[in-house]
């Protein structure tokens, strides 16, 4: 049994994209006209579409039309980037990855109760105030990356600094650091699933788009919780590496 129909006219576009038939930022045709001249359904063509924008591949310009995006898809390689070496030196943990391509645009801090999954990861009441450190992140102006951070209010108590929008090179663990009460183990858990709508809007997805979802939670020397960064990062702009020695 062959691949649908629209996996088939999805791998022919891809081709000549690959192919240089079509390169970085050309206009595709509409929908419609493509399936007049493939001879297609309109819903076997959107389908198609639908997977080459969720891969990246092509991209929507509101108003505009279908485009070939000349993206480059962002290389996240672990463990190097969370490397006290790293920060420790005043480096934004995601310059290790891009080298400044990919920007903190919007940050936004304020107490709020915990939930209970946060509440027991950072060993506090249910619906205790904690810090609440939610950012966006994107690339050439593409959203990609959206994360929120829960941070005891203890910690914010010794390492005040926390709480500022720009809490200063190195980031916060570099300000925890600085107090005694700094990472020293970092644990990340990643699924690959669908978005909430809140999510998708939040990082402009179309239909059928997926994303990978990071929890990291950062540990002192005594085990205790002092962070958990909820991240959900768009996977079409996406590629994870771990380089480990053996």
């Not at 000349?70 to 006290?84: E, N, Q, T, V, W």
């Not at 290790?96 to 903190?104: E, M, P, S, Y």
């Not at 203890?154 to 700094?182: L, N």
């Amino acid at each position: 049994m062959g691949e649908p129909a629209y996996r088939e006219l999805a791998d022919r576009i891809r081709a000549d994209i690959e192919e240089r038939r079509l390169v970085d930022g050309d206009r595709l045709p509409t929908v419609r006209d493509m399936a007049v001249r493939f001879g297609m359904p309109i819903g076997t063509v959107a389908k198609a579409v639908d997977v080459l924008r969720a891969d990246g591949v092509i991209t929507t310009r509101h108003g505009r039309g279908l485009y070939v995006s000349g993206f480059k898809r962002i290389l996240r390689s672990s463990p190097a980037r969370l490397a006290r070496s790293w920060w420790g030196e005043g480096n934004a943990i995601q310059d290790a990855d891009t080298g400044g391509r990919l920007r903190v645009v919007h940050v936004e801090v304020e107490e709020h109760p915990a939930p209970e999954h946060i509440a027991e990861a950072l060993g506090v009441p249910v619906g205790a105030a904690v810090l609440v450190r939610a950012r966006r992140f994107a690339v050439d102006d593409r959203i990609v990356q959206i994360a929120t951070s829960y941070i005891p209010l203890a910690v914010v108590a010794v390492a005040p600094a926390v709480a500022y929008t720009g809490p200063g090179p190195g980031g916060i663990y570099a300000r925890m650091t600085e107090v005694g009460v700094g990472p020293e183990v970092l644990q990340e858990r990643v699924i690959c699933r669908a978005p909430t709508p809140a999510e998708a809007a939040a990082l402009s997805l179309p239909r059928g788009a997926w994303v990978i979802s990071i929890t990291r939670r950062a540990y002192t020397d005594a085990r205790q919780c002092v962070e958990v960064n909820e991240m959900v990062l768009d996977a079409s702009a996406y590629e994870l590496e771990n380089v480990f020695g053996v």
